[in-house]
């Protein structure tokens, strides 16, 4: 009787162990994804400021796809972490809720679900109506800087807290978040510096070309 009920608990034990399993899967899968598509994104902004380009012209159906394909990502980390959050509680107990890596995990994502919202009802819009991230008014620039860095620096740092199994119970919540605001600040100064060379590049070869189309027109009228 004893063996049976053993045999059964671990049965059950490997049931949700491989249940858990594959909620994870899909997280890793959606973390991937989002992941990817923000730093090629923000590889893609970085290219165009390096080549000074103010005129460049955004995809609207891109942009829009991106925007809708890290939402979806988004909300499916949500529903799978939530998933695991109720698999490893029904294991652990309160006990678990207590554990500072989880803590600095889902803080990090609530500041990125609320940084999303922004992205998505203020600075996307913007951009695509301004049409390049230097044609922006400085205080819309200055937003999508900082939320463009916070949302970089989060990404990675989410993924980082999901992975780094050592870092749990070692740290305290606020060892484990010290960098966090660095990286932040750090990543927003220097997109700042990036972008005022670009728009002082750009402003430069603006003033140059229209030195040159005044002495052409000045040479072909003498």
Same mark, same amino acid.
């Given at each position: 009787?004893?063996?049976?009920?053993?045999?059964?608990? =671990?049965?059950?034990?490997?049931?949700? #162990? @491989?249940?858990?399993?594959?909620?994870?899967? @899909? *997280?890793?899968?959606?973390?991937?994804?989002?992941?990817? =598509?923000? =730093?090629?994104?923000?590889?893609?902004?970085?290219?165009?400021? $390096?080549?000074?380009?103010?005129?460049?012209? *955004?995809?609207?159906?891109?942009? #829009?796809?991106?925007?809708?394909?890290?939402?979806?990502?988004?909300?499916?980390?949500?529903?799978?972490?939530?998933?695991?959050?109720?698999?490893?509680?029904?294991?652990?107990?309160?006990? %678990? @809720?207590?554990?500072?890596?989880?803590?600095?995990?889902?803080?990090?994502?609530?500041?990125?679900?609320?940084?999303?919202?922004?992205?998505?009802?203020?600075? !996307?819009?913007?951009?695509?109506?301004?049409?390049?991230? !230097?044609?922006?008014?400085?205080? =819309?620039?200055? !937003?999508?800087?900082?939320?463009? +860095?916070?949302?970089?620096?989060?990404?990675? %740092?989410?993924?980082?807290?999901?992975?780094?199994?050592?870092?749990?119970?070692?740290?305290? !919540?606020? #060892?484990?978040?010290? +960098?966090?605001?660095?990286?932040?600040?750090?990543?927003?100064?220097?997109?700042?510096?990036?972008?005022?060379?670009?728009?002082?590049?750009?402003?430069? #070869?603006?003033?140059?070309?229209?030195?040159?189309?005044?002495?052409?027109?000045? $040479?072909?009228?003498?």
């Amino acid at each position: 009787m004893e063996l049976n009920i053993i045999a059964s608990l =671990l049965e059950q034990k490997a049931t949700v #162990e @491989f249940l858990r399993l594959g909620v994870v899967y @899909f *997280h890793l899968i959606a973390c991937c994804v989002a992941i990817g =598509l923000v =730093l090629t994104s923000d590889i893609a902004m970085v290219k165009q400021l $390096l080549k000074g380009d103010a005129s460049g012209q *955004h995809d609207d159906a891109h942009m #829009e796809s991106l925007q809708k394909t890290v939402v979806y990502a988004l909300v499916a980390l949500w529903i799978t972490g939530i998933a695991i959050v109720g698999i490893d509680y029904a294991g652990k107990g309160m006990e %678990y @809720f207590l554990n500072p890596k989880l803590q600095a995990k889902v803080t990090i994502v609530m500041l990125l679900t609320f940084n999303g919202v922004l992205l998505h009802r203020a600075v !996307l819009p913007a951009l695509q109506k301004a049409g390049s991230l !230097l044609k922006l008014s400085f205080n =819309l620039r200055m !937003l999508a800087l900082f939320s463009g +860095a916070l949302s970089g620096v989060s990404w990675f %740092y989410a993924t980082l807290m999901g992975v780094g199994r050592p870092l749990a119970w070692k740290y305290s !919540l606020v #060892e484990l978040l010290a +960098a966090y605001p660095v990286l932040i600040v750090g990543g927003f100064l220097m997109m700042v510096l990036l972008t005022n060379w670009a728009k002082n590049r750009s402003a430069s #070869e603006r003033m140059e070309h229209g030195t040159s189309v005044a002495r052409n027109t000045a $040479l072909a009228a003498w």
